[in-house]
């Protein structure tokens, strides 16, 4: 089974700070996707990188995908404390039936 | 707003019961599924639907039935709860561009 490894566990900054969090793998991703999820909702899908080497943005959220495929990063600049929530990544599988595995996530707070 | 509803959004029960947990949804999209999210493993899948009655297990299905009799309903029923399903539950759909799954906004079940 995959295993995605998240760091870090926790992380909590000030406003205006930036921060770079991590998913790796134990074997290479056919697709990574990036979720954030706020207390008491479920996780909302912020990307989905596919190609080794690509890099997506979304506002402050730039979004590595490893060349080998085996990692990825979320990258955010000068964070709000919107910013605040669980940021998970997720590799999809079993083909068409596009199940996910997640990883353990990243506890981010932004502290105002 | 991918029209998906979960209910109830909170539970306690007693070790030993059944509980049934449903999840609606209104586009009537093909593929449903059931995660559980519990601390330091993150999201797991527990069942998955492609259609009415057609169901298949994920990773953590053992205590664990679902039924789909209809397109827009996806039950997940633990049919003798045991403390070790206390756990928010989550079932999403996959709709949109790119397959994307949405999210419902989750049930708290605690098993005393």
Wanted: hydrophobic letters at 30%; a neutral charge.
């Amino acid at each position: 089974t995959q295993l995605l490894e998240q760091s870090p566990q926790f992380l909590s900054i000030q406003e205006g700070e930036n921060l770079t969090v991590y998913c790796n793998s134990s074997s290479v991703f056919s697709s990574l996707q990036w979720y954030r999820q706020e207390p008491g909702e479920g996780p909302v899908l912020l990307v989905t990188v596919v190609t080794g080497g690509e890099v997506k943005k979304l506002k402050r959220l730039t979004f590595q995908f490893g060349d080998a495929r085996k990692d990825s990063s979320l990258h955010i600049t000068a964070a709000q404390p919107g910013d605040t929530g669980l940021y998970l990544c997720a590799e999809s599988y079993g083909g068409a039936t596009n199940k996910l595995i997640f990883g353990t996530g990243t506890l981010l707070a932004v502290q105002p | 707003d991918a029209g998906i509803t979960q209910s109830p959004r909170h539970k306690v029960t007693e070790t030993g019961t059944p509980v049934t947990l449903r999840c609606h949804q209104t586009e009537n999209h093909r593929y449903m599924y059931w995660y559980r999210q519990d601390p330091g493993h993150g999201l797991r899948l527990i069942h998955y639907s492609y259609g009415v009655k057609d169901t298949d297990k994920g990773e953590v299905s053992d205590g664990y039935s679902v039924s789909r009799s209809k397109t827009e309903d996806f039950l997940l029923t633990l049919e003798s709860a045991t403390s070790s399903q206390t756990s928010v539950y989550f079932c999403a759909i996959r709709t949109g561009p790119g397959e994307k799954l949405f999210f419902g906004s989750g049930t708290q079940l605690s098993v005393l």
